[in-house]
Nanobody, 123 residues
Framework: VQLQAYGGGLAQAGGSLRLSCAAS????????MGWFRQAPGKERQFVAA????????DYSNSVKGRFTISRDNAENTVYLQMNSLKVEDTAVYYC?????????????????WGQGTLVTVSS
């Protein structure tokens, strides 16, 4: 399974960006997909996750109400719509595929990772 994340870039505080993550290879199965991020000098942290059908999702408290995760299974793509961006959202964002079908915030539950896309939010 290969995951390709893209859509990062530079945005102003209060602005929006949309990240995409395309899966290829043996990408079938009812796997949860998630987004994580890592800011400079900090540990990787959970951002959002969504189950296969889209009926269940979870967000970190820091992005709840501002970010929305979604997926298009026909296109093998998961999205992260980021609105009302803050300077503290600056990080490398990674998409990942879980080993399981239930939404999880634990990075140890994810076995495939994309290469990351940089999001920089300026004040």
């Amino acid at each position: 399974v290969q995951l390709q994340a893209y859509g990062g870039g530079l945005a102003q505080a209060g602005g929006s960006l949309r990240l995409s993550c395309a899966a290829s290879g043996r990408s079938g199965g009812a796997h949860v997909m998630g987004w994580f991020r890592q800011a400079p000098g900090k540990e990787r942290q959970f951002v959002a996750a969504i189950n296969w059908s889209g009926s269940s999702s979870d967000y970190s408290n820091s992005v709840k109400g501002r970010f929305t995760i979604s997926r298009d299974n026909a296109e093998n793509t998961v999205y992260l719509q980021m609105n009302s961006l803050k300077v503290e959202d600056t990080a490398v964002y990674y998409c990942a595929r879980s080993k399981y079908s239930l939404v999880s915030y634990d990075s140890r539950d994810y076995d495939y990772w994309g290469q990351g896309t940089l999001v920089t939010v300026s004040s």
